[in-house]
């Protein structure tokens, strides 16, 4: 019989930028994702857009006009972009309220922007885990975890990117979800399985295997926790009719709250009995198993 051993769920709730560039709206999803969410981390991006972007991309108008914060795709980019003294006091205020906190970075100026915070852990988002020079230099300057999606990514070039990390003797600090880009993705498109592919493959070789989510409500991710899948991440906003591109494929509180309960109550109940009759069983056994007279 095989027997799993569950690590304890990790919750994070990803912000990204669903704070509308307010400094209080981030903070107070800080607040709520620590208080009422009961998350353990929360997650949130940086970009150097000038670096990220072409000329004409940054010039050219948001593709979803109705989501823009500004008259070109590269002006919506910098209002929602906190600069890194403004992440200082995100991380200060997380380590006040007792929650973890971390950025996603896109682009090597912003990895040697959020490394100097000294984080726990640093996101690569899908888009960027070919990003090599950026790569190369959180693993021989950026000690901490080092947490990478595999959206839009082929089996060979995730390869490709374990192998680099086991080159760099960075694997142990090497944490690799399974994800499917896109926003809100429909449940047959999650592919949770390929978690069994990814532990069958990589376990032992990395620190922890996770999943992100971007579908909508929360049984997707209680089966990626009992496949194996430890660290949990979704969007997260207080209300998913806001403007922007990640809202509606976001949580809100309630269903964050309910998110972290449920993932407790599974690691709880993953386990097998350790005698025939259990205690609270055995009450139950005096007073109504069939006796025959």
């Known amino acids: 019989m095989e027997i799993k051993n569950y690590k ?60 823009s914060y500004g008259d070109t795709y590269g002006s919506h980019r910098e209002f929602l972009e906190f600069n890194l003294e403004q992440h200082k006091t995100l991380k200060a205020y997380c380590e006040e309220i007792g929650i973890t906190y971390s950025t996603s970075v896109w682009d090597t100026s912003s990895a040697k922007e959020i490394a100097s915070l000294n984080p726990d852990f640093i996101k690569i988002p899908s888009a960027c885990n070919n990003h090599f020079e950026m790569l190369e230099w959180l693993c021989e300057n950026y000690k901490g975890e080092i947490h990478i999606s595999t959206g839009m990514t082929s089996k060979n070039e ?5 192998n680099y990390f086991i080159d760099k003797n960075r694997n142990k600090d090497l944490v690799v979800y399974n994800c499917t880009s896109g926003y809100p993705v429909p449940f047959s498109d999650v592919c949770l399985l390929d978690i069994s592919l990814l532990i069958k493959k990589y376990s032992g070789v990395v ?14 991710d209680i089966a990626a926790f009992t496949l194996g899948a430890n660290i949990i991440e979704r969007h997260y906003t207080i209300d998913r009719t806001w403007k922007g591109t990640d809202h509606a494929a976001s949580l809100e509180p309630m269903g964050l ?27 139950q056994r005096d007073k109504l198993k069939y006796r025959k007279n």
Do not use: W
């Open 207 to 220: 620190k922890h295997i996770g999943f992100s989510g971007h579908h909508l409500g929360i049984a997707v």
């Open 257 to 283: 709250r309910k998110l972290s309960r449920d993932l407790t109550a599974v690691y709880e109940a993953l386990s097998y009995k350790q005698k025939d009759i259990l205690e609270i069983e055995q009450v």
């Open 158 to 162: 995730i390869d490709t990117l374990i």
């Open 8 to 67: 304890k769920p990790f919750v994070i709730a990803e912000i990204g930028c669903n704070h509308k560039g307010d400094m209080e709206i981030a903070k107070e999803l800080i607040k709520v994702a620590k208080i009422f969410c009961n998350a353990d981390a929360v997650k949130f991006q940086k970009r150097n857009n000038k670096e990220l972007l072409t000329e004409n991309q940054y010039n050219a108008p948001h593709p979803n006009p109705a989501n």
